[in-house]
């Protein structure tokens, strides 16, 4: 199993970046894919999840509105649209799958936002 996220970088205020997360080695399209986050000195926050089939997607208050997962599973991809970021949305951003054998996560990608 491998997830491999990608997108992160320094964005300003209010600015944009779409996050990807490449899997492979088991059947993505059979499971539920989320994204959580972890900024410094904090602990690993759930930021959003997407269904297998991509019909039903659930956020964190703190980004309801401004993000949005979606999924194309042709592609074994998942993804995170990031819209008016914000200084305390700067974490690192890990995609994880929670297979029947247990949970894997990604390498993480970084996200600053500056003021």
């Known amino acids: 199993v491998q997830l491999v996220e990608s997108g992160g970088g320094l964005v300003h205020t209010g600015g944009s970046l779409r996050l990807s997360c490449a899997a492979s080695?088991?059947?993505?399209?059979?499971?539920?894919m989320t994204w959580y986050r972890q900024a410094p000195g904090k602990g690993r926050e759930l930021v959003a999840v997407?269904?297998?089939?991509?019909?039903?997607?659930n956020y964190a208050d703190s980004v309801k509105g401004r993000f949005t997962i979606s999924r194309d599973n042709a592609k074994n991809t998942v993804y995170l649209q990031m819209n008016s970021l914000k200084p305390e949305d700067t974490a690192v951003y890990y995609c994880?799958?929670?297979?029947?054998?247990?949970?894997?996560w990604g390498q993480g990608t970084q996200v600053t936002v500056s003021s």
């Open positions: 994880n799958a929670h297979l029947i054998w247990g949970p894997y």
């Open positions: 080695g088991f059947t993505f399209g059979n499971y539920a």
């Open positions: 997407i269904s297998n089939t991509g019909d039903s997607t």
